[in-house]
């Protein structure tokens, strides 16, 4: 248990409530406590895990149940977007944070995931007026939100390398319309997601992708099969390489043929059940393919078992081939 720790701020996430503390003790560096004191090590990605969360989370169990803390001072639930009980077979919040401590996403675009903690110069500088302190917003973690709702300006990245509460002098700079807009469509495809059951949210979404690209096997036999596998891996490599999602992530230049890109390795990768990629990843392949209506369409239809290589019954047309080499030759 943590001794004491501060109480939290409104809408503080549990990362800088830990920092907070740490200010208050004899350590003269964060890295060096967390892992002294906890075992810690800030791993990325960051706001995924952190093992002092329980801890922390002891201290204020008077006021809030384990459970509910992780909900309002984390943001951890919002990975569990297309994870089913097959991940986290026994549901206490107690063995969720176990298995996430060592679950790893698969990174086949060598993205950086979630490697710095987010946020908005303009509250900073109001909670440093209003608190005496700057500190890091729940909000502002969300791996689908790059824009702060209340200033409407874009959020700033902090010091992957050397974890510290947010400066005050940092300069603002005004979202766009169009960065607006992406946050509100990424939201949109979240809320939209969460009204499916959450056991079939990865199986609907990745059928329909199947379907809408007619691809669901690899036969290097088959020419035609060849040909539209490629056509559609330029297409995925043309749109992630011009992507207004590249702000939220990073990564080198995609071609089609080259890794992650390069037959079943990779398109087929992508929209392998058993695998489990970051939940950005999935977002970004479901809105370039998919249509929300689409995926309103499917729920027309129960799935005939829990099983997730269970296919969704065809409900979106696939991709005209003369599309995808009009696309090819843009």
């Not at 920092?19 to 350590?27: V, W």
């Not at 059951?197 to 007619?214: F, G, M, S, T, Y």
């Not at 990779?266 to 209506?293: E, N, R, S, T, V």
Request: charged fraction near 25%; proline fraction near 5%.
């Amino acid at each position: 248990m943590i001794y004491q720790p501060p109480v939290p701020l409104p809408g503080e996430h549990a990362a800088s409530i830990m920092y907070r503390y740490f200010q208050m003790t004899r350590f003269t560096k964060f890295e060096t406590m967390m892992k002294s004191e906890y075992n810690s090590k800030l791993d990325s990605p960051r706001r995924l895990w952190q093992p002092t969360f329980s801890m922390l989370a002891e201290s204020f169990s008077s006021k809030y149940s384990l459970a509910r803390f992780i909900e309002k001072y984390t943001n951890i639930t919002d990975y569990s977007l297309f994870l089913d009980e097959s991940v986290f077979k026994d549901s206490s919040v107690e063995s969720m944070l176990n298995k996430l401590s060592g679950f790893k996403f698969h990174n086949a675009l060598n993205v950086s995931q979630d490697v710095s903690w987010r946020y908005c110069p303009m509250c900073a500088r109001e909670d440093d007026e209003k608190f005496g302190t700057t500190y890091f917003h729940v909000a502002h973690q969300c791996f689908y939100k790059r824009v702060c709702r209340k200033h409407n300006v874009l959020l700033e990245k902090s010091d992957p390398y050397h974890f510290s509460l947010p400066p005050v002098s940092s300069k603002s700079v005004v979202a766009s319309q169009y960065d607006k807009n992406t946050d509100i469509a990424l939201s949109s495809w979240v809320d939209a997601l969460k009204e499916i059951p959450q056991e079939e949210r990865k199986v609907r979404a990745l059928n329909l992708i199947h379907q809408k690209i007619c691809i669901f096997s690899y036969d290097r036999k088959d020419p035609y099969h060849v040909q539209r596998v490629q056509y559609v891996q330029n297409r995925l490599a043309k749109r992630f390489n011009r992507s207004h999602f590249i702000p939220y992530f990073e990564w080198g230049a995609l071609a089609s043929g080259l890794y992650p890109l390069n037959s079943v390795i990779g398109l087929m990768g992508f929209l392998d059940l058993q695998k489990h990629f970051h939940p950005m990843i999935y977002l970004m392949l479901i809105d370039l393919f998919l249509k929300q209506d689409e995926l309103d369409l499917s729920m027309q239809y129960s799935l005939a078992s829990s099983n997730v290589k269970e296919r969704v019954p065809q409900v979106v047309s696939p991709i005209e081939i003369t599309d995808l080499i009009n696309d090819n030759a843009a």
